[in-house]
Structures are given as structure tokens and as C-alpha cells.
Antibody, heavy 118, light 107 residues
Framework: EIQLQESGPGLVKPSQSLSLTCSVT?????????WSWIRKFPGNKMEWMGY???????NYNPSLKSRISITRDTSKNQFFLQLNSVTTEDTATYYC???????????WGQGASVTVSS | DIQMTQSPASLSASLGETVTIQCRAS??????LAWYQQKPGKSPQLLIY???SLQDGVPSRFSGSGSGTQYSLKISSMQTEDEGVYFC?????????FGSGTKLEIK
């Protein structure tokens, strides 16, 4: 059974970078599919942030412009989110998820709550 | 970006009642629509993909329908464990976009 687990700091200061790790068990991220980050803001709004594919290519939400980077460590079966120059508007719960055929997310992590505050 | 308009924002239903949630896309998404359920403190769970295909393990009281720009999720007999927030998501075009969510409670 596939499982995903987010980890990282729960508090980040404005203008700094937010970094999160998604650890995957039960499936090798280089075997197939895309591996996404999604965030949920207070009030339920959900935003797809981007993905890294099984081959290592990336695709980002244009709304995040040049602030976002998704990378991976295949030896640890992990992928990472870095979001630069954060503001209080980046306060959210961040989820990692697997994107399968039909572009749906069939497995999600438990979520990591991140607050941006000085 | 494709805008997803979801309604209603909240809903309360009695046990056994039929519940319907709507999602409208700003353009034709050719059935590229999924529905998710999220319970408090938990991650979203995939219910329906391709507008009408039931994900493995999801109870058959859940069903999806629609085409073009209009889609709906139906729960045929509300159960206590169905309380939560429901989201639609389009997967036709990047960036993927979500509806604003429907909070479903037991009356």
C-alpha cells in the first residue's frame, strides 16, 4: 500500500524559504506517475502547486511564478518542495500526492501545516 | 485557468437522505473531473474520477455524473460517516483547479 508523509518546519518567517519533504513508501517514485504538491488555505481553498514526474521533469502553477521548485532524491524515494520569498498568504496546509491516469490524485499525505509569521 | 464553481457551500442532510453537490467548469472539461472527500484532520480521499467512475473501495452510494461544463456528485443515502468537505477538481488542463468545497453535515 502506498503511503506519503510530509515533513518540515511548521513556522517560517516572511521573506524566507519554505522547504518540505514528502517521503513515499510502498511505491517507487521513478516507476511511474507524477508527484504533486497541493496546498489548502484557511477557508478551504485548494491550490495545485506543481509536480515532478517519474522521469524528473517538472510542471508548476504559473501563479507561483519563479518562487517554486520541486526536486527529488530517488535514493531515498523522496521529493521536495521549496517555495521562496514567502509571505503570510502562504500560510496553509501542504499536501503531497500521487497523480495517476486521468490526472487525479489517488494517494495523499496527511498534510503539513505551515504558518508564515515573524 | 479553468474556474470551478461549486455549490452549495454548505449542506445539512438527514440520515438516509439523498444529497447532490454541483460543480460547474468555466469551459468544457470533457469529463476530466474528480471528486474528493475530506474529513476533519484527514487528507482528501478520491471518490470519483473521470466524472463518473467510482474509485476502488468507495461505497456504491456515491455516484458522479455530468458532461461538458456541468457535473454533480450524488450520495444516495446519507450516512454519519459521510460528513466532511467535498471538492471537485478538473484534470483536463494545467494548472489543475479545484472547486471551493461543500461542507456536508448531518441534520
Amino acid at each position: 500500500e502506498i503511503q506519503l508523509q510530509e515533513s518540515g518546519p511548521g513556522l517560517v518567517k516572511p521573506s524566507q524559504s519554505l522547504s518540505l519533504t514528502c517521503s513515499v513508501t510502498g511505491y517507487t517514485i521513478t516507476s511511474g506517475y507524477d508527484w504533486s504538491w497541493i496546498r489548502k488555505f484557511p477557508g478551504n481553498k485548494m491550490e495545485w502547486m506543481g509536480y515532478i514526474s517519474y522521469s524528473g521533469s517538472t510542471n508548476y502553477n504559473p501563479s507561483l511564478k519563479s518562487r517554486i521548485s520541486i526536486t527529488r532524491d530517488t535514493s531515498k524515494n523522496q521529493f521536495f518542495l521549496q517555495l521562496n520569498s514567502v509571505t503570510t498568504e502562504d500560510t496553509a496546509t501542504y499536501y503531497c500526492a500521487r497523480v495517476v491516469i486521468r490526472d487525479v490524485m489517488d494517494a495523499w499525505g496527511q498534510g503539513a501545516s505551515v504558518t508564515v509569521s515573524s | 485557468d479553468i474556474q470551478m464553481t461549486q455549490s452549495p457551500a454548505s449542506l445539512s442532510a438527514s440520515l438516509g437522505e439523498t444529497v447532490t453537490i454541483q460543480c460547474r467548469a468555466s469551459e468544457d472539461i470533457y469529463s476530466g473531473l474528480a471528486w474528493y472527500q475530506q474529513k476533519p484532520g484527514k487528507s482528501p480521499q478520491l471518490l470519483i474520477y473521470g466524472a463518473s467512475s467510482l474509485q476502488d473501495g468507495v461505497p456504491s452510494r456515491f455516484s458522479g455524473s455530468g458532461s461538458g461544463t456541468q457535473y454533480s456528485l450524488k450520495i444516495s443515502s446519507m450516512q454519519t460517516e459521510d460528513e466532511g468537505v467535498y471538492f471537485c477538481q478538473q484534470g483536463l488542463k494545467y494548472p489543475f483547479t479545484f472547486g471551493s468545497g461543500t461542507k456536508l453535515e448531518i441534520k
